[in-house]
Nanobody, 118 residues
């Protein structure tokens, strides 16, 4: 059974930091690209960051470049998103994603809420 369990969301003031974590199980984690997406009220879900496999190359949305860092631990089957210099426009439900395009596999977590407000 595939599971992606996000944690680390919460309420933070503008300029603050949060670290999101996603614990994965039920599939060969090291063979999957891992990503974070977000969806704000009234908006479509958008890619925030992705870390590929093999090689751990990364890609970020322009809006978060230089502020967010994605990382993965293939031993602990976790993927993290370090978010610094948070802005109110970063407020959204953040989802963990696992995908393996060649197999047509695409899995989602339930999401963790991030709210940036003073």
């Amino acid at each position: 059974q595939v599971q992606l369990v996000e944690s680390g969301g919460g309420l933070v003031q503008p300029g603050g930091s949060l670290r999101l974590s996603c614990a994965a199980s039920g599939f060969p984690f090291s063979s999957y690209d891992m990503g974070w997406y977000r969806q704000a009220p009234g908006k479509e879900r958008e890619l925030v960051a992705i870390i590929a496999t093999p090689g751990a190359s990364t890609n970020y949305a322009d809006s978060v470049k230089g502020r967010f860092t994605i990382s993965r631990d293939n031993f602990r089957n976790t993927v993290n998103l370090q978010m610094n210099s948070l802005k109110p426009e970063d407020t959204a439900l953040y989802y963990c994603n696992a995908r393996r395009l060649l197999l047509g596999r695409n899995y989602w977590g339930q999401g963790t809420q991030v709210t940036v407000s003073s």
